[in-house]
């Protein structure tokens, strides 16, 4: 995530449209899921969701500048420094790093959705994915 080119306050609680309107007017060239589900990046969301929530609740900035090294503080700090119970108490630095199998504490449907796919009958038991019956 990179804050060097933020050039004007955008409120992300807009609905879609009104944000696909302003968003062009300032020129910007961003990028939604195909079907608008945030289901389909949940990732990112989750990012969002953190940064906003956690990180930047409360904060107000003066000045482009003000609001681009909080964020750039934050993201160092949700990058290197905030463990997730997820990924087995790592930091998301530390298990990009990382190799061989990971305590993931999350299911994965895509991933439980592929193995179905690819298992003879089509019906994966969802046992070894973390999911309990």
């Known amino acids: 995530m990179s804050a060097s080119y933020i050039t004007q306050t955008v409120v992300a609680s807009m609905p879609a449209g009104s944000m696909l309107t302003h968003c062009e007017s300032i020129e910007y060239?961003?990028?939604?899921?195909?079907?608008?589900?945030?289901?389909?990046?949940?990732?990112?969301?989750?990012?969002?969701?953190?940064?906003?929530?956690?990180?930047?609740?409360?904060?107000?900035?003066?000045?482009?500048?003000?609001?681009?090294?909080?964020?750039?503080?934050?993201?160092?700090?949700?990058?290197?420094?905030?463990?997730?119970?997820t990924i087995g108490?790592?930091?998301?630095?530390?298990?990009?790093?990382?190799?061989?199998?990971?305590?993931?504490?999350?299911t994965s449907y895509r991933r439980l959705a592929i193995k179905s796919r690819d298992t003879p009958g089509g019906c994966e038991s969802p046992g070894g994915l973390g999911i309990e019956k």
């Open 29 to 85: 060239r961003g990028g939604m899921t195909e079907s608008g589900d945030p289901k389909d990046n949940a990732q990112a969301e989750r990012i969002n969701n953190t940064m906003k929530n956690e990180l930047l609740k409360g904060k107000a900035f003066r000045r482009i500048e003000e609001a681009i090294a909080v964020v750039t503080l934050s993201v160092d700090f949700y990058n290197n420094r905030r463990p997730r119970m």
């Open 89 to 106: 108490m790592m930091t998301p630095a530390e298990a990009a790093e990382s190799t061989g199998d990971r305590d993931m504490r999350w």
